[in-house]
């Protein structure tokens, strides 16, 4: 078998070639185009002495030539890896480092960082930027006998997202690959020819998931976008190029809602809404269903499993829980000693089993042994699902707050915080006093133009009516934006830096 033909041999034998695969600005590609631009990449990788099972790192933009480049690689039988075109030069340099990849496909604007990542690292791969791939594709053929891999060789690898310290490599295999667009079709609705649009980048699992695999394997459309996807390139990316699936997270969904954005005639033609990375508060869903007349269906995935797990679908959804175990997933909750909980409204550890979980994490038997047993998976999250099935998240295993022998969630905490008017972002952490006990700090971002001590007020009046009191914070403190990775996700370890600092 191999990745690249379970993704594009569908559309191809179904006799779709001539059917649009990419939108990008004005250019196109069919899935021809795009099938022999993936191998004319294959050749050119091999050509440049990349050997079968080796990784190419791809730090592109979103664009054909990053799926292009992403699909050759694979079907030449190299391993794709797809970097953060945000990475720091430290972490670019752990993952030139730990990968030991021979080839770097680089966009022009971060050419003068991967030499400087290449000489902290001590490595030397050959760097190409985009200003050269008319070069280094010259003399490649657009004709490649797709490499016969066997289930288990690596397809792909996906640098976890950082939010607790150093990225890690997590390895897929190519039997992952046809799951891929199970949930886009039987959920989301795709057709072939529909267009999908993910306002987060192909470096991310979420859209990597289910736009490269799953949604051109389902045969849709992608519209892809050059540069970083603020709110107003979404709208003009979503109005010009009319999607029937959109993907994006619960930060944008709430910044798009306030600017009401979602009454607008494009924003009501797309049919189905996708929530993923972080928790979605139930009143923001029911905001944005309100606004645009569409469906919003939330649901977790990770870097590790490549495609969501649990999810809202059409026939079963409720806004404010992040679904149900899906029919491809196995889904439990354990206490800290490994005991299946059973019991409604107790909060555990979620472990998780599918057919597409990484295989281990790249040079990390130590963590891999950790967090991998017997075809289970320990997300690190912490779940708890209620006597009618719904499960919701609780925060981080690392994240929850043990305030006055009582356990509290962040993400309760936050969601109350949220829904106070003036109120752009919040996260709540705890931090150990100078007697040693948590207490409980509210972060909070404060809208243009408000006034912090009102508002402040405002929050502390709101959380009490609420909450019980001891999952109330002690104190709000604000900031101007809340540290977060690329993809979104809450870099809570450095609030407990930046409080441990003198």
């Known amino acids: 078998m191999n990745g690249a033909d379970e993704i594009l041999g569908p559309s191809l034998a179904a006799g779709r070639g001539d059917q649009l695969a990419l939108v990008c600005g004005e250019r196109t590609l069919t899935f021809f185009q795009l099938e022999r631009l993936a191998c004319r990449f294959g050749n050119a990788m091999t050509a440049a002495g990349v050997k079968r099972q080796q990784p190419v790192l791809l730090l592109l933009d979103d664009g054909p030539e990053l799926v292009a480049s992403y699909l050759g690689a694979m079907k030449a039988g190299l391993i794709a890896v797809a970097l953060n075109t945000r990475l720091a030069v430290k972490d670019l340099a752990h993952a030139l480092g730990d990968s030991g990849s021979p080839l770097l496909l680089v966009e022009n604007e971060l050419r003068d960082l991967a030499a400087e990542a290449c000489t902290l690292a001590h490595v030397s791969p050959r760097l190409v930027p985009m200003a050269a791939l008319d070069a280094f594709l010259a003399d490649a053929s657009d004709r490649l006998v797709s490499a016969d891999m066997a289930p288990e060789d690596t397809a792909l690898w996906m640098y976890t997202s950082g939010t607790t310290g150093q990225p890690k490599g997590a390895v ?28 987060s980048k192909l470096f991310f699992a979420y859209p990597l998931g289910h736009c490269l695999i799953g949604g051109l394997r389902a045969g849709a459309t992608l519209v892809l976008h050059r540069g970083w996807p603020d709110a107003a390139a979404a709208a003009e990316v979503i109005t010009r190029t009319r999607p029937k699936v959109v993907l994006s997270v619960p930060s944008l969904y709430r910044i798009l809602a306030k600017e009401g954005l979602g009454t607008t005639e494009a924003f009501r033609n797309v049919r189905t809404w996708v929530s993923a990375g972080e928790n979605l508060p139930a009143e923001l869903c029911r905001q944005w269903m309100d606004q645009t007349g569409g469906l919003m269906l939330e649901g977790i995935g990770s870097t590790e499993a490549l495609f969501l797990f649990i999810a809202n679908t059409p026939a079963a959804m409720k806004p404010g829980a992040c679904g149900r175990p899906l029919p491809w997933a196995e889904a439990q909750l354990r206490t800290p000693t490994g005991e299946v909980i059973t019991a409604a409204d107790t909060p555990g550890d979620l472990w998780v089993r599918m057919a597409s979980l990484f295989r281990r ?20 999250d912490v779940f708890a699902f209620d006597a009618d099935g719904w499960w919701t998240p609780q925060g981080r295993s690392d994240d929850m707050i043990k305030v006055s022998g009582q356990w509290v969630s962040p993400a309760e905490v936050e969601e109350a915080a949220l829904a106070v008017p003036g109120v752009a972002d919040a996260v709540a952490v705890g931090i150990p006093n100078e007697d040693g006990l948590v207490r409980l700090v509210l972060y909070a971002v404060a809208d243009v133009g408000e006034h912090e001590p009102a508002l402040e007020g405002r929050i502390v ?18 900031l101007d934006a809340i540290p977060r990775t690329a993809t979104g996700k809450v870099q809570r370890f450095k609030l407990r830096e930046q409080e441990a600092a003198p």
């Open 461 to 478: 009046e709101t959380l009490r009516g609420k909450l019980a009191i001891y999952k109330c914070p002690r104190s709000v403190r604000f």
């Open 361 to 380: 994490y790249h040079n990390r038997p130590d963590v891999t042994q950790r967090v991998l047993k017997d075809g289970w998976w320990k997300t690190g």
């Open 172 to 199: 897929h295999v190519h039997a992952s690959i046809p799951l891929g667009d199970r949930h886009v079709r039987e959920n989301l609705g795709i057709q072939p020819g529909d267009r999908m649009f993910s306002t």
